[in-house]
């Protein structure tokens, strides 16, 4: 018998409208046995998960693999495509990073007598490109002493 999982226990008990003591019921199994395999507590025996999608599938319920279609109404989970970025979104993003760090250069040095120069110096040590993606990529926080 195909493996199945705690989502579409809940989700198939749903679709039945049955409390876990009606899938307990229905299974020939205590409520406890079903309670703890849908918090996640514990994974009944093999003898078990079987009898409780037997019950399930007696009623009705059609289990879906990944790829599978529903020869009726029913219910299928569906993860949200993942975002990729484009190469517009990483330029801008890279853009916004180089903005922000010249910014926060001139803040820092401001009330200072650092030359425009050495301002200048220090904002192209922040914002040029091999800089601005170690920062994308969580590398490269640490602060310039102040001769750099």
């Known amino acids: 018998m195909k493996q199945f999982s705690i989502a ?3 989700a198939a008990r749903g679709l039945m409208d049955w409390s876990q003591a009606e899938l307990a019921s229905h299974s020939n199994l205590s409520e406890s046995t ?3 395999f849908e918090k996640q507590r514990r994974i009944p ?3 078990n998960l ?5 019950a399930l599938e007696a009623a009705g319920v059609q289990f ?5 279609v529903a020869t009726g109404p029913g219910v299928v989970l569906r993860l949200p495509p993942r975002h990729v970025a484009t190469q517009g979104e990483l330029q801008a993003s890279a853009d916004d990073a180089r903005f922000q760090a010249a910014r926060a250069v001139d803040d820092a040095l401001s009330g200072t007598d650092a030359t425009d120069e050495e301002k200048a110096a220090r904002r192209g040590a922040l914002t ?3 800089a601005v993606i170690g920062r994308a ?3 490269g926080r640490g602060k310039l002493s102040p001769d750099k």
């Open 8 to 10: 579409q226990c809940r």
């Open 34 to 36: 079903i309670r703890d």
């Open 45 to 47: 025996g093999p003898n």
């Open 50 to 54: 079987a009898a409780i999608r037997a």
């Open 64 to 68: 879906l693999d990944n790829g599978d």
């Open 128 to 130: 040029d490109e091999p």
């Open 137 to 139: 990529r969580g590398k």
